[in-house]
Every structure is written in structure tokens, then in C-alpha cells.
């Protein structure tokens, strides 16, 4: 049973406008949570995280938003640019970090048009 | 800076042949990890190093072992390649549990 959803596989966006991705969880013991983006043929990369003790982080034109009660996380990209157009996975982990395993969702591939 | 550095980058085996992915980081990294990656199924864990000479079984573990000898390599191997480990295998490094660094990946297919 997949502990990690992104539901959308993808998501089209005009350049300047907001992109919102969104991620939901079911394992209650997920205490850090991630954003990672990546590029063809290339390797993941790390974009922002966000703790459970809080409710937002923003990180320039990135923010993401934690909703615990609702199990669900969002990645709000303003504005957009061409070059955000990427595949964006959410990833969860538990135990502070230290049990030495994200779990990833299938990834929301994002196309930003000019 | 090189980062993370995988080698190879592609290959193509024949089922029942055996091959070794190698993993290196220069950033002194206590912590590496292999996933794969397949088609609409995301990154899957591997086996991970929580540091120099241990090992920890990952999510997906069966058919493939690996090795931490040194801290700057982790080894992957597949002893019998099966046409089901077919996949782009990505290794990571970090100094903690959450923040990793991807290599490039490597892309096996195996026949």
C-alpha cells in the first residue's frame, strides 16, 4: 500500500502563474517531509523540506504547506518559470530522520508553458 | 565537484548474468543509499549504509546484495540479473537521513 500519493501525474501551467502540487500521506508517524525535483537524465535534487512542528516553509519562489489533521502537503511554485518544468516527487521519512529510509510518491511531472 | 558519480552508466545484460554498480562520493558522507526508479512507481529504497562496513535492507532488497568497504563507495550487485531488474538505479549520499544527493543514475535493461 503506497504510504506516499501524488495523485496527479501531471500538471500544466502557463509561465508567471501558480503551480500547486500536492502530496498526501498515510502513515502518522512521517515527522519530515520533502520536495525533490528532477530533470531528464539527470539525478534527483533536493528542493525544500518542512518539518512536522510547522506548518510552512518557503524557500524564494518555493513554499510548501503541511496540513497534519488532513495528512496532506502541498509545493506552491510562484510564479512559474519554464525552466520549474521537471518531475517533482514528494518524499516522507519518520523517527526524526533516523530510520535511514524516504519514502518517495510516484512523482507529478510539471510543464510550465511560455 | 563531483558529488556523486555512478559508473556505468548504461548497460545491457542477458538474463542469468551478473554485474556490480559503483557508487562514489567525495562530500565525506556518512550515509548512501540505492534506489531504482520504474515507470509510475517512483524511487524505491534498495539497501542503504548507515556508514564504513554496514548494510540495511531497503524496500525492494531481493536479488541484489551490496557492500560498504570504504566510506566513499557503495556497491551494488546483481548476482543473476532477471529481465524484472530492468530499471534506472539512482545512489545517494547525505549526512543525514533527509537531505540526499543523487548521482546521475544508471540505466541497466536486461534481456
Known amino acids: 500500500d503506497q504510504q506516499v500519493k501524488q495523485n496527479s501525474p501531471s500538471l500544466s501551467v502557463q509561465e508567471g502563474r501558480i503551480s500547486i502540487l500536492n502530496c498526501d500521506y498515510t502513515?502518522?508517524?512521517?515527522?519530515?517531509f520533502l520536495w525533490y525535483k528532477k530533470y531528464p537524465a539527470e539525478g534527483p535534487t533536493f528542493l525544500i523540506s518542512i518539518s512536522s512542528i510547522k506548518d510552512k516553509n518557503e524557500d524564494g519562489r518555493f513554499t510548501v504547506f503541511l496540513n497534519k489533521s488532513a495528512k496532506h502537503l502541498s509545493l506552491h511554485i510562484v510564479p512559474s518559470q519554464p525552466g520549474d518544468s521537471a518531475v517533482y516527487f514528494c518524499?516522507?521519512?519518520?523517527?526524526?530522520?533516523?530510520?535511514?529510509?524516504?519514502?518517495f510518491g510516484k512523482g507529478t511531472k510539471l510543464s510550465v508553458k511560455p | 565537484n563531483a558529488g556523486v558519480t555512478q559508473t556505468p552508466k548504461f548497460r545491457v545484460l542477458k538474463t542469468g548474468q551478473s554485474m556490480t554498480l559503483l557508487c562514489a562520493q567525495d562530500m565525506n558522507h556518512e550515509y548512501m543509499y540505492w534506489y531504482r526508479q520504474d515507470p509510475g512507481m517512483g524511487l524505491r529504497l534498495i539497501h542503504y549504509s548507515v556508514g564504513e562496513g554496514t548494510t540495511a535492507k531497503g524496500e525492494v532488497p531481493d536479488g541484489y546484495n551490496v557492500s560498504r568497504l570504504k566510506k566513499q563507495n557503495f556497491l551494488l550487485g546483481l548476482e543473476s540479473a532477471a529481465p524484472s531488474q530492468t530499471s534506472v538505479y539512482f545512489c545517494a549520499s547525505s549526512s543525514t537521513f533527509r537531505e540526499l544527493f543523487f548521482g546521475e543514475g544508471s540505466r541497466l535493461t536486461v534481456l
Open positions: 502513515n502518522s508517524m512521517f515527522d519530515y
Open positions: 518524499a516522507a521519512t519518520s523517527g526524526g530522520g533516523s530510520q535511514g529510509n524516504l519514502i
